[in-house]
Structure formats: structure tokens, C-alpha cells
């Protein structure tokens, strides 16, 4: 009987104690404020509500850190960066909530070490800065605008074989992006220390490397001019220097029509006869589709990709058929691809009663020697005669004005040779018809 009752005795009291116990555990996890022992910025804020915490941070900081600042260098300027200017300010927000999360993580023995650490050992927190990172970027940019160099291009000339290069200078950049990543590390650590803008050196689109080498003869071809028909000759001249010296990269298109610019005389352009509706009449520009044509050859001899090209109704003068390429603002042109691995440049000129296209490049590692051949495959004659009535002359009269010519249509063929004069490439470059012309007569119908 004493043992029974000695026994419940023990075992009320063992209930009550874990009833104790878990009640008070139940209690130290249910709390709403944060655990004993744990500082931030060596302020107790063990027992406070995150609330509290932060008014009493704030109560306790020195703001006169607001009136300093620090310091941006890049190349040989220095910025002044005040912490007011950026919104610098302590996360006590943040802080508050480490503190409060500590003992709240995991399972109730993970919870429970924690707090038992906290109250033991005592637990430190340092706060992390924050600030306005859109106005530190501003700022960033600001000074990229500032120390900003525009990068210059290698210039090249060819001049009658003479090579003249100007070396390319490089450019200058803050790299705002990684300036603001080492910028952010320092601030929010507070690490209060000046310094140095992450840069970069831009390059031009062109450098001397990819024109140092320009100096080879890829292809040339000449047409000759009537130097007395000085409208013409103009034109000529004025679209060589349209197209004169004007440099192509790798894969880079060429256009005509766009390099011309517009055909009128305030771009340099004069009337001369042109082709239309298979006649010649007086238009702005005549004599440019005779550089539209030497150009073309050369780019044929070069080797170059041919993109957009066609022949003139008749065929030109100054040219065998087949080897012309005509152009019309707007509705006609000629283009192609620097289809090479390296940068080529055009040389246009006049001597005397020639235009020369010269295209340059570099020399490759295989010599090879390109022609160009052409065979008439069909002759296209004129049927019957065109009459225009003119009231100038009398009735029955007639005076022929235009002789009957015949058409053709040529086959174009580009021949590659290799150093022994053997053909080890022949393509089909173009099948071109050129219209038969009826005679033209004037007829009268005035009155006798």
C-alpha cells in the first residue's frame, strides 16, 4: 500500500514536471518577440517586437554619415559621391528580421538549440546598407556620358596603286554594369573605400588589322568615253566619286543605286542621253550606267557574289554585249556581296577618255587568273518599220530618221584558270537579250 501510493505520488509529480516543461517550451516558441541574448550593432533587442527593434536602431544611429561620401575614379577624373545623394541608409528592416527569425527555423529541437545557443552564447548581427540602386546607375551613366570616347575607324586609301592607311583608335566606356555589381558589394558591406570604375576599350567597326593587308589587285576593267560630250563626261566623274574608295567587310553588301544617291543636280548630276523604253532621250545622270558597267566586270573578275544585275535593252556602245549592267533610281540596280573572308575596296577613277574600276584585296594563297567570255547564240532581227507622223513635212513625204538593227541574245560565261593557263572552274554567269530596233520613218501629213 505505501509502495502503490509512494508510486503515484512520483508519477504525478513526473507528470507535472512535463507538463511543466512542455508548457513552458510552448510558451518560449509561441512568443512574438525576439529571443533574449540577440544584439544587432551591439544593441540588445532580445525581448522587443521587430517594431520596437527598429525605432530603437534608428533612436541609437548617428546620421551624420549622411553628410560624407565616396569616391568614383576613372581614367584621370574623380567623382564625389555623397551617401545622401544615393539614399544610403542602414536595413534595419532586414536586420530585425534575422534577428526575429533566429530559434524560428527548422523543427522544435532545431528551434529550441537555437534559442539555447542565443541566451548561452549571445548572438551578434550586423546590419546591411542599403540604398537607391536606380539612382546609383543614373549616376554610373551619367559618368559614361562624361568619359564616354568614340572609337575612330582605320581609313584606307588606294590611290593608282599607292596605299595610304590611318590606324584605327580604339574607344573609351565605363562598364556600368560591373561597376555597379563592385559598387554594390562595397556599400551594402560597408566597406567605405574609394573606387575605380570597371572600364572597357571599344573598338571600331574597322580596324587596322582588317585593312593592313588591302593591297592585291582582285580585278580591274576599263571602258572608254567620248571626252567631248562633256555631260556625259561629268557624270561619269561624278559617279566615280560616289563609289570611289569606298570599302566593303566581309559579307557586307554593295548597291549602286544607293551609293549614287539621287539624280538630280543638287547631287552633282547633269542631263545626258539615257536609254528609255529602248530609245535615247535626255535624262538626269546619263553616262552612269557606263561605271554601273565597268564596275560590274570588275567585280566579275574578282570573283565576287553578283546579287542584282541587268542589262540594258540595247546594247551600250562602249561595251560588248552581254557585259553591261544598267541602273534606274529606285527601280533598277546593281549589287553584291564581299562573299571573301576579308575587306575589299573600290577605286574608281577617269584619265583621259577611260574609267577604270579597280577592286583590291587581299593576296591569296593560290594564284588564280579570271575571264570573262561571252557567245552570241541568237541573232534577233526587226520586223517591219515604226512610222511617226509630223505635220512639219508634206504629205507622202518620208525621211528615215533610225536604221533598222538587229538584236541578240549572248551567253555569259566566267572562266577561272589556275596558274598554267588550265580552266579548273567555268559557270554560266548570265543569258542576256538585247531587243531588235525597227527602222523608224517619219511621215508627213502637213498640207501641200
Known sequence: MVFKRAFLILFSMLFLFLLTGFLYVR?????????????????????????????????????????????????????KIYFSDIDYTPDYEKAAERAYNIGRRGNVAERLKEIWNAWKNRMFITTQMRYN?????????????????????AQISIQNGKTDIKPHEPGFSVDVNRSLEKIDYLLVNRIWEDAELYSEEILPGVTTQMVENIGYRLGEFATAFNPDNEPRVHNIKTACSKINQVLLLPGEEFSMDKTLGARTEQNGYRIAKVIVNNELVDGLGGGICQVTSTLYNSVLLSGLEVLERR????????????????????????????NTDYAILIEAKTSGNRVTVTIWGRKPEVKTTTRIRTRIIEILEPEGAEYVTDKSLKPGEEKVVREAKPGCKVEVYRDILDSSGNVIKTEKISVDTYLPQKKKIIRGTGIN
Open 27 to 79: 510558451h518560449i516558441l509561441n512568443l512574438t518577440t525576439i529571443y533574449p541574448n540577440i544584439y544587432i550593432d551591439g544593441i540588445d533587442v532580445g525581448g522587443l517586437s521587430r517594431e520596437d527593434a527598429i525605432n530603437l536602431l534608428w533612436d541609437n544611429t548617428d546620421k551624420a554619415y549622411l553628410s560624407d561620401y565616396f569616391t568614383l575614379s576613372v581614367k584621370d577624373r574623380q567623382y
Open 133 to 153: 540602386a536606380e539612382k546609383m546607375r543614373k549616376i554610373l551613366e551619367t559618368i559614361r556620358n562624361e568619359t564616354y570616347v568614340e572609337p575612330k575607324d
Open 311 to 338: 542589262n540594258h535593252t540595247l546594247p551600250p556602245s562602249y561595251i560588248e554585249p552581254g557585259r553591261d549592267a544598267t541602273i534606274s533610281q529606285g527601280y533598277i540596280d546593281f549589287r553584291f556581296r564581299n
